[in-house]
């Protein structure tokens, strides 16, 4: 079964938000690449869950992703940051899927710590320019950054 990552900035949706909540909607995603990511995962898989554009940028925890992809309802509300102004309820390129909380970790593991580790040399996170929200993480990657917990 696939492993993944997925960013958030804390400030709008922390790994805090949804231990509180149990549950939520992943919505917002903009780039096509890590919408096909996302599109590509299946209900019972996890996601590392990244802290990003904060203080202290890095991995906070463990969720689960806990339902198909279905069109992201963000783009079609002009109320909302994440509005498309060319998406329409019959044709919306976006797409959002429901997570579930599993674990909260006690420290963040730091963005430094994982650009340290040589079996994470293939990670895109570590590489400069590497802004994708949404990623995959192979078992070896996901085993790795499970250590430095």
């Known amino acids: 079964m696939p492993n993944w990552l997925m960013k958030s900035e804390p400030a709008e949706f922390s790994i805090h938000d949804l231990q509180r909540l149990g549950q939520a909607r992943w ?72 997570v579930t909380f599993v674990e909260a970790f006690d420290r963040v593991i730091p963005l430094a710590t994982l650009k340290g580790q040589s079996a994470l040399l293939e990670l895109p996170l570590v590489h400069k320019g590497s802004r994708l929200s949404v990623m995959p993480v192979s078992a070896e990657q996901w085993a790795a950054i499970l250590a430095l917990r």
């Not at 590392?48 to 309802?73: K, V």
């Open 27 to 98: 919505d917002g995603v903009r780039n096509y690449q890590a919408r096909n990511f996302l599109r590509n995962m299946q209900a019972g898989e996890h996601f590392l869950f990244y802290h990003s554009s904060c203080p202290e940028p890095g991995i906070a925890g463990i969720a689960c992703i806990s339902s198909p992809t279905y069109p992201d309802p963000t783009a079609l509300d002009p109320d909302s940051h994440y509005f498309d102004s060319k998406a329409s309820r019959e044709k919306n390129p976006w797409s959002a899927i429901d």
